[in-house]
Each structure stands twice: as C-alpha cells, then as structure tokens.
T-cell receptor
C-alpha cells in the first residue's frame, strides 16, 4: 500500500519567515509527486516532480525531489499571510493514475 | 469554461438517511474520483472510475456507493451504513496524466 507522510502537521510563522515543508513516501513503482495548496475548498496545483534533484520554482515557492531518500520538500520564502493554507503532498504510481495523499501541513502566517 | 461542478456546497441530513452528492464534469475526462477529507487531515480515496460503467473501491469505500452511467457524471451516495459521514467530500477528474487532475469545489456534509 502506498504511503505518504507529511511533516510538520502544523506550523505558525510570521510574515517574512522562510518555511520548509516535508513529504516522505513509500510507493511501489513511483511515477510522480505532486504538491497542492488548499485554502478553503478545492486543492490548487503547485508542482509536479518526477526527476530527482531538479528544483521546480514558482515565485517564492520551490520544491525538489530526492528519489533515493524518498522525500520531497516545499520551500516558501518571504512568507505572506496569503500563504496560509493546508499544503498537500501526493504521489502517483505507474499502476494507475490515482493520487495518494499525505495528511497535509497546515501553515499559518501571522502579520 | 470546462470544469467540475459539485452540488450542493453544503448538505445537512439526519442520521440514518441516505444522501447523494453530485459531481459533473465537462472536461471530457475518462477518470473520476471521490475523496473524503476530515478536519486537519489529507484526502482519502473513496471510489474511482477510469471508464464509463466501471468503478473500483478506494481505501475507505465502506458505507458508500457510486455509479458511472455517463462519462460526465459520477454521483456518490453516502448510505446509512457509513458510521461517521460528516466530512468534506471532493470530486476530481483526470486526463490520465500525473498533473492532469482537476478538483471540484467540494460538498460539506453534516449529519445530525
């Protein structure tokens, strides 16, 4: 059974801080790892990572995958209150295209 | 615009009643999924369907049922057998490619 574990469960920071969210996984026939941001309703797609060691970047957010150690990190620099959300990590295996999600990290950014 | 529509956004039901959550997509996606999310937790897969007239159980299918009579529609019924049905339910569809998921806006079900 595929398994995804995110840490920390929750995090409170102040605006301007840098945060690192962790995602470790155990997947048979790993295909890709995805990060989502969920505010109130539907998760919104952030990154998809397939290859090890290649950083994906979008503004203040960046993510990297380590397929040898089976983890990924999501970095957010110069955090803003609008970054407050639940960040979800999910993996897909080659057997199908179902997403297996981790439990999420709830980030709160205080002014 | 293409997308997924879930209805209703909020639903209240009495304990012991069956309730059906609607999910419609006009993206021409073959695959559709139902996830459940409890407070402070990630998404858990209830049922999925990769093609019309076929569906498979996910990790937490007990107490739920689905149908897939049309490509566009994948309704979820929460039956009275589901012991703890109060949750946020998300429907998704997929192109079949890893980054090709689209999520609906969710239905928050409260059973009283």
């Amino acid at each position: 059974e595929d398994k995804v574990v995110q840490s920390p469960l929750s995090l409170v920071v102040h605006e301007g801080d840098t945060v690192t969210l962790n995602c470790s996984y155990e997947v048979t026939n790993f295909r890709s790892l995805l990060w989502y941001k969920q505010e109130k309703k539907a998760p919104t797609f952030l990154f998809m990572l397939t290859s090890s060691g290649i950083e994906k970047k979008s503004g203040r957010l960046s993510s990297i995958l380590d397929k040898k150690e089976l983890f990924s990190i999501l970095n957010i620099t110069a955090t803003q209150t609008g970054d407050s959300a639940v960040y979800l990590c999910a993996v897909i295996n080659n057997a199908g295209n179902m997403l297996t999600f981790g439990g999420g990290t709830r980030l709160m950014v205080k002014p | 615009d293409g997308g997924i529509t879930q209805s209703p956004k909020y639903l209240f039901r009495k304990e012991g009643q069956n309730v059906t959550l609607s999910c419609e997509q006009n993206l021409n996606h073959d695959a559709m999924y139902w996830y459940r999310q409890d407070p402070g937790q990630g998404l858990r897969l209830i049922y999925y369907s990769q093609i019309v007239n076929d569906f498979q159980k996910g990790d937490i299918a007990e107490g739920y049922s689905v149908s897939r009579e049309k490509k566009e529609s994948f309704p979820l019924t929460v039956t009275s057998a589901q012991k703890n049905p109060t949750a946020f339910y998300l429907c998704a569809s997929s192109t079949g490619k890893p980054g090709g998921y689209t999520f609906g806006s969710g239905t928050r079900l409260t059973v009283v």
